[in-house]
């Protein structure tokens, strides 16, 4: 049975769920940057999933790019499947713009991370559910 | 009409073409490292693809890493698009293993890189694209 890494969980809110994979948000304000984790047990890079899911995670990747570039007014979307420290398949998506924390490097092992306050939070997981639509199902 | 940034035609050598997207070898022999280009003017973003060519990459992510995994024992497969650099829209698939020259940190803005020798770039090409089989064209 597919579980969440406990580390994912504990950096990140999970806000949604599109039909293969949970929508987190990582909490750190410094960056609108979201994780998708495709809720199949035991796989840990992309070519181990079956094709039909391949597919369905690429439409969820594009879309919700499309939904964060245009709502977070974004430069440039980083997509990556990492998973050096953290295995589990799970697919980084993170909006960028020039001056940001780390422009124009990666994101990926800089710390610390700025977390949100209880209102940014709101805000943030409201408009971005708003925007994606009935393709990504809220979670409680 | 498409045209390889020189930025990426410099860093890299073109080994090869999928259906979509040129493939290059990153001039760097501290990691095996491909990049995709789809062939696709004016693109810097996967959802500005159309759903056909975005299914299409997916299959060429999905091949190649899994080829990568097996000929050169990865110990975990890096995928991304990012281009906060060179804008126009390529992927990144790079092996890493641990005690690699950034493990487990990200690739990308670790610098100097490592050309290969002639003999390591022939090796390479000539061992990547026989696994590769018949959907990825060797170019001359």
């Known amino acids: 049975m597919f579980q969440l890494d406990p580390r994912l969980a504990s950096d990140c809110v999970q806000i949604g769920r599109f039909p293969l994979s949970l929508l987190l948000l990582m909490n750190d304000s410094r960056f609108p940057w979201c994780i998708l984790v495709p809720e199949r047990e035991g796989v840990s890079e992309i070519f181990q999933l079956p094709e039909p899911d391949r597919v369905q995670l690429m ?3 594009s879309h919700l790019s499309e939904v964060m570039h245009q709502v977070f007014g974004a430069h440039k979307i980083n997509v990556a499947s990492l998973g050096n420290v953290i295995p589990p398949l799970h ?43 009935e393709r990504a199902r809220p979670t409680p």
Chains 1, 2 share one sequence.
């Not at 960028?96 to 994101?107: C, E, M, Q, S, Y």
């Not at 710390?111 to 949100?116: D, E, G, M, Q, T």
Request: proline share 15%; charged share 15%.
């Open 59 to 61: 439409g969820e990747i």
């Open 91 to 133: 697919v980084h998506v993170v909006v960028r713009k020039p001056g940001d924390a780390t422009w124009p490097g990666p994101v990926w092992g800089s710390f610390p991370p700025v977390p949100y306050t209880p209102d940014q939070l709101e805000t943030t997981r409201h408009d971005l559910l708003s925007a994606l639509g």
